[in-house]
């Protein structure tokens, strides 16, 4: 299983950093899929996950600013973060959690397969 | 919002045990997993679901949690341990969450 991430490497204030996460050797149609930053220096941040036709959860201090959504036949999961700032730079992955549908209740929920990454400066 | 509360450095010599804990209200009653991420480099996984090694993990590294800590041993500690070290657990309010990170130095 291989993911690789793309997107632009560079965002301005105010616009809008959309990514796209590449699988191949896996169908994104089962299993969870997964965005999670990692600003310069510091820790994981989770953005969200989607599992395909069923459910998407965010992390309730973006939700209002991001979207995600799966496209089958392109085996591709996106990632859209609107109104970015400065603090939106970092490097985001891509990463598949190997749970089936868990419908809400998911407390065994872990990665296996994480992107290289891509990173995303915000600047003028 | 649930957190989980790392400590932000742990030292180690080598061939000696390496301890790294994971803090949350009740994180016993949740599963914990456990990431290393060396510099420049995606995490890995190296523990799930509190104590599973998953394929190609070492040994020496083991798992535990109960009551509000989670802990993750590295056993005979070795100098290509060195690595950042995450864990992470699911809360059904805040969803999927991390640990500050732990710097593990291997002196």
């Known amino acids: 299983v291989l993911l690789q991430e793309s997107g632009p490497g560079l965002v301005k204030p105010s616009e809008t950093l959309s990514l796209s996460c590449s699988v191949s050797?896996?169908?994104?149609?089962?299993?969870?899929w997964s965005w999670i930053r990692q600003s310069p220096g510091k820790g994981l941040e989770w953005i969200g996950y989607?599992?395909?036709?069923?459910?998407?959860d965010l992390n309730p201090s973006l939700k209002s600013r991001v979207t995600m959504s799966a496209d089958t036949s392109r085996n591709q999961v996106s990632l859209t973060l609107t109104s970015v700032t400065t603090a939106d730079t970092a490097v985001y992955y891509c990463?598949?959690?190997?749970?089936?549908?868990?419908?809400?209740?998911?407390?065994?929920?872990?990665?296996?397969?994480w992107g290289r990454g891509t990173l995303v400066t915000v600047s003028s | 919002s649930y957190e989980l509360i790392q400590p932000p450095s742990v030292s180690v010599s080598p061939g000696q045990t390496a301890s790294i804990t994971c803090s949350g209200h009740?994180?016993?009653?949740?599963?914990a997993c456990w990431y290393q991420q060396k510099p420049g480099q995606s995490p890995i996984l190296v523990i799930s679901?509190?104590?599973k090694r998953p394929s190609g993990i070492p040994e020496r590294f083991s798992g535990s949690n109960s009551e509000n800590t989670a802990t993750l041993t590295i056993s005979g500690t070795q100098a290509m341990d060195e690595a950042d070290y995450y864990c992470?657990?699911?809360?059904?309010?805040?969803?999927?969450?991390f640990g500050g990170g732990t710097k593990l130095t291997v002196l």
């Open positions: 990463a598949r959690a190997p749970i089936y549908y868990c419908a809400g209740d998911c407390p065994n929920w872990y990665i296996d397969v």
């Open positions: 050797g896996y169908s994104i149609t089962t299993y969870y």
């Open positions: 989607i599992y395909y036709s069923r459910t998407t």
């Open positions: 009740n994180l016993g009653q949740k599963y």
């Open positions: 679901q509190d104590s």
């Open positions: 992470q657990a699911w809360d059904r309010n805040s969803f999927v969450v």
